[in-house]
């Protein structure tokens, strides 16, 4: 079955950096990959997705690279800002359809000013 | 636009005690799912509804826990005999059909005592 991992499950990085988060994922099958901020007492928000016909894809200040070689993605925050602090989750579909999603166990971005 | 709305946002039962949590999907959505998130983990899948109909229940840790969706909209997570270890964030998602973006709501934190 699916699995989704993450690399460091804290990072601190300095108002006006850009933020690196990483993400494993074992299923070489999974085709749809999804990235999810989730501030404290909310419910996850959709940020950016990529499917696995590309391999990079850049929304507002973010952009997603995937590597099906080594089944890793990231998600890269530009100008990391203050309100860019909270969990973020990489997903991924289950085996099986219906878009149960899979989540990784999150990274906690902490902007220090 | 109203998003999707869960309640009650906040629930303290003793053990053993019932309770139910509700989830008014956004309207027109036509896809449900419910996930469970502990504390410091990512979301986990637990069941889905296409319309009225439960599609796939496989998440659900036990015969204690019941959902439904009677007429396609609302729907109820009922969790029978509560124990400690259903102490946990109670997310609900909808969506428009199964392979468009999930919506979350802010979820209902439940303590078992």
């Known amino acids: 079955g699916e699995s989704v991992g993450l690399h460091l499950p804290t990072l601190s990085v300095q108002e006006g950096d850009n933020s690196i988060i990483n993400c494993a994922y074992s299923n070489s099958a999974s085709d749809y990959f999804i990235w999810y901020k989730q501030e404290s007492g909310k419910g996850p928000q959709f940020i950016i997705d990529?499917?696995?016909?590309?391999d990079k894809r850049q929304g507002q200040r973010v952009t997603v690279l995937l590597n099906k070689t080594v089944k890793h993605l990231s998600l890269q925050i530009a100008a990391t800002q203050p309100g860019d602090s909270a969990v973020y989750f990489c997903a991924v579909p289950k085996a099986g359809g219906g878009n149960k999603l899979t989540f990784g166990t999150g990274t906690q971005l902490k902007v220090e000013l | 636009g109203a998003g999707v709305s869960q309640s009650p946002r906040y629930k303290v039962a003793k053990r053993g005690q019932d309770v139910a949590l509700r989830c008014d999907p956004i309207s027109g959505h036509v896809s449900l799912f419910w996930y469970q998130q502990a504390l410091g983990q990512g979301p986990e899948f637990l069941t889905y509804f296409q319309n009225e109909a439960q599609l796939d229940k496989s998440g659900l840790p036990s015969d204690r826990f019941f959902a439904e969706r009677p007429e396609g909209s609302v729907s109820t997570l009922k969790i029978q005999r509560t124990q400690q270890e259903d102490s946990a964030v109670y997310l609900c998602?909808?969506?428009?059909?199964?392979?468009?973006?999930?919506?979350f709501g802010p979820g209902t934190r439940l303590t078992v005592l």
């Open positions: 990529i499917r696995s016909n590309m």
């Open positions: 998602a909808s969506s428009l059909s199964l392979a468009d973006e999930q919506f």
